[in-house]
């Protein structure tokens, strides 16, 4: 298994930008039966969350879904929320969520790379203090990736919105990783095959992790812990947990 896995990963694009923008552009089907590890129908997952975002965010501020995808987390945010922003760095994602999302919601979805300085100010300057919900994003980025993330959400926040990421948190080693999303000797479920062969390798993201691109002098955590993050079926009927951490912050 090792060698196919090292072979489908000298594919992915060094720059993230075309590897992600490759990736959506190549992806047919979505939802808990498609090619998108991550893209599973919202069911217990999101009831993790909502009581955290009830409790600790200003649902009138406006929210934004960093790294969006085809939308599915924006859409079962924009209910909650005056106004709801999905950004993305890949435009054929950007593309594909205004498809699926149609015109029965107020959503605005753009490209945008976050980690890009200055980013967060001008997301500011037009929407002002915005709740931020990340899923999945910090663990496949470098750290000065994260860092550079993290400052421009201090940015949009500001003083009156929040936080909430929640990230993949598997603790073993890539090999079994990819065993317990269903890998196995020559055979390799077809959604984790096109992680592996289109995108930057994730890492693992829990509180040692958000220290490091939070760290205390700027941010206050306001409630954290572990959760299970749900991916598409690898096997059988049901979804596939993968365990993670999630925590809701505002600055200091």
């Known amino acids: 298994m090792i060698p196919e896995v090292a072979l489908l990963a000298r594919r992915t694009p060094r720059d993230p930008a075309r590897a992600w923008e490759g990736y959506w552009h190549g992806v047919r089907a979505t939802g808990t039966q498609g090619e998108v590890l991550w893209d599973t129908d919202i069911g217990p997952e999101a009831e993790q969350y909502a009581q955290s975002m009830e409790a600790s965010m200003d649902c009138a501020l406006p929210v934004l879904d960093v790294g969006c995808g085809n939308g599915r987390w924006t859409r079962w945010l924009a209910p909650r929320f005056p106004a709801a922003v999905g950004v993305d760095i890949a435009e ?7 498809q699926e999302t149609g015109d029965g919601h107020a959503i605005t ?3 945008l790379d976050l980690t890009l300085p200055g980013s967060g100010h001008m997301l500011h300057e037009e929407y002002g203090d915005m709740n931020v919900f990340v899923r999945g994003v910090f663990h496949v980025l470098r750290g000065p990736q994260r860092d550079q993330l993290a400052q421009n959400l ?7 919105g929040r936080v909430l990421l929640t990230e993949t948190n598997y603790r073993g080693s890539p090999l079994s990783y990819m065993q317990s999303l269903g890998a196995m000797p020559g055979r390799i479920p077809l959604p984790l095959r096109k992680a592996i062969g289109g995108i930057p390798v994730p890492g693992r993201f829990g509180p040692e992790e958000r ?8 941010w206050q955590v306001v409630t954290d812990g572990p959760v299970t993050i749900e991916a598409v079926p690898m096997g059988g ?3 596939t947990g993968i365990p993670g951490y999630f ?6």
């Open 92 to 98: 054929s994602a950007v593309q594909r969520a205004r």
């Open 109 to 111: 979805f753009r490209a």
């Open 154 to 160: 201090h940015a949009l926040v500001g003083r009156r």
């Open 211 to 218: 220290r490091a691109a939070f760290p205390e002098a700027a």
């Open 237 to 239: 009927d049901g979804t």
């Open 247 to 252: 925590a809701t912050m505002k600055t200091r």
